[in-house]
């Protein structure tokens, strides 16, 4: 998976890629070729002169199809190699990343997972990592797809997110609410 920092595809990636989730879903491929776009994804995020070639109107419709498909057919899936082809066509070829997220996306909420940000004060075992999954996984009523983040400053205890809901459980602010009462409670 990759990297879950907040993206924002634009309406016409998130169109995209829902209508290749649809297609994929129907021919029963919808994880291969999202791992397969997830693959290129990375491949153009360490590559900025490939992502260049994707995104340079300068370069033709036809001198980049030729470029696809010297590049890309049978070597990934025909749907894939299809849905360059038409993003190609459309001039499209530069929101590759934003669809590659967004299918990524899709398909997790079509598969019932959800991704979650845990954060820590001091990185979990594997197997407390995975207690922690299957709690919060039976708290949602969903599958959690954990991604772990150390921050010292937290103290103890856990920041929970989920989209853009937020759980924070951290001695910090533990503490912060312990002072703000006390403050509160102190003769003016």
Same mark, same amino acid.
């Given at each position: 998976?990759?990297?879950?920092?907040?993206?924002?595809?634009?309406?016409?990636?998130?169109?995209?890629?829902?209508? @290749? +989730? %649809?297609?994929?879903?129907?021919? /029963?491929? !919808?994880?291969?070729?999202? *791992?397969? $776009?997830?693959?290129?994804? #990375?491949?153009?995020?360490?590559?900025?002169?490939?992502?260049?070639?994707?995104?340079?109107?300068?370069?033709?419709?036809?001198?980049?199809?030729? @470029? +696809? %498909?010297?590049?890309?057919?049978? /070597?990934? !899936?025909?749907?894939?190699? *299809?849905? $360059?082809?038409?993003?190609? #066509?459309?001039?499209?070829?530069?929101?590759?990343?934003?669809?590659?997220?967004?299918?990524?996306?899709?398909?997790?909420?079509?598969?019932?997972?959800?991704?979650?940000?845990?954060?820590?004060?001091?990185?979990?075992?594997?197997?407390?990592?995975?207690?922690?999954?299957?709690?919060?996984?039976?708290?949602?009523?969903?599958?959690?797809?954990?991604?772990?983040?150390?921050?010292?400053?937290?103290?103890?205890?856990?920041?929970?997110?989920?989209?853009?809901?937020?759980?924070?459980?951290?001695?910090?602010?533990?503490?912060?609410?312990?002072?703000?009462?006390?403050?509160?409670?102190?003769?003016?």
């Amino acid at each position: 998976m990759a990297s879950r920092e907040p993206h924002h595809s634009s309406p016409l990636a998130f169109a995209y890629a829902q209508s @290749l +989730l %649809d297609l994929a879903t129907e021919q /029963q491929q !919808a994880e291969p070729i999202g *791992r397969e $776009l997830e693959q290129l994804r #990375q491949i153009l995020d360490e590559n900025p002169s490939a992502r260049e070639i994707f995104a340079n109107p300068s370069i033709g419709i036809e001198e980049r199809a030729r @470029l +696809l %498909d010297r590049v890309f057919r049978n /070597q990934v !899936a025909s749907l894939l190699f *299809r849905t $360059l082809a038409v993003m190609n #066509q459309h001039g499209r070829l530069g929101l590759i990343t934003q669809v590659a997220v967004a299918y990524d996306e899709l398909l997790d909420e079509r598969l019932g997972k959800v991704e979650v940000d845990l954060t820590v004060a001091h990185r979990l075992e594997p197997d407390q990592l995975e207690t922690a999954r299957q709690r919060i996984g039976q708290a949602l009523g969903r599958d959690a797809v954990v991604h772990q983040y150390v921050d010292e400053n937290i103290i103890g205890g856990v920041v929970i997110r989920v989209g853009d809901k937020l759980i924070d459980a951290s001695v910090r602010q533990q503490l912060k609410a312990i002072r703000a009462q006390l403050l509160a409670a102190a003769p003016k």
